[in-house]
């Protein structure tokens, strides 16, 4: 059996901040709590004692940071970046506070998006190329463990691409999400949205 490990990155803001959204175009670190988040996962999936075969991320550093602590962690080793890992473009909400976002496209574009994955106007997204791009990940043949260290705007695309039906696509920093594929059966959700 093959199970792939979607991992959202740690935070990058402190509760106190206020949120903002931020996407391919700003590139930032985790913060204390984030780092706290990225060892609590190390910790989980070492402790799983998994045979992990592969651990990518996207090519930003928050997910970076993310899939070295879980590297640390189980001792294996980075297998490096996959662009196609990367957090969309929020077009021009990249950087502006929530309720501006809000304000400017309305509650039931931002709920297209977390419960339909269609992408608000003006943010670039490509989810064609995305979706294929899953679909192609888990064509692949294997046993072991796949672990993808990526973001929020990247991982509903896994869920879209096997058209499992959610009620929030949104993976929440610092959690994960496992599917099963298992020859001959398919692939199955085992969990979503999961902190360790």
Do not use: C, Y
């Not at 990247?154 to 298992?182: H, V, Y």
């Amino acid at each position: 059996m093959r199970r792939i490990f979607i991992i959202r990155h740690g935070n990058t803001f402190e509760s106190s901040a206020d949120a903002r959204r931020i996407g391919a175009r700003t590139d930032l670190p985790l913060v204390e709590s984030g780092h706290a988040q990225a060892e609590r996962l190390g910790a989980w999936f070492a402790a799983q004692n998994l045979p992990i075969r592969r651990l990518h991320s996207g090519p930003l550093l928050r997910a970076r940071q993310t899939a070295a602590a879980i590297a640390a962690a189980t001792g294996h080793p980075l297998d490096g970046p996959l662009p196609w890992l990367d957090e969309i473009d929020h077009g021009p909400d990249e950087g502006q506070p929530e309720a501006q976002v809000l304000a400017r496209l309305g509650p039931e574009a931002l709920s297209a998006w977390d419960e339909r994955g269609i992408p608000p106007q003006d943010w670039k997204v490509d989810a064609p190329s995305r979706i294929a791009a899953w679909k192609d990940w888990f064509a692949r043949k294997g046993e072991g463990a796949d672990l993808l260290v990526t973001s929020n705007g990247a991982a509903r695309f896994a869920l879209l691409a096997l058209g499992l039906p959610l009620a929030n696509l949104k993976l929440s920093t610092g959690a994960f999400g496992e599917l099963a594929i298992e020859e001959g059966a398919g692939v199955h959700l085992i969990r979503w949205d999961e902190r360790p």
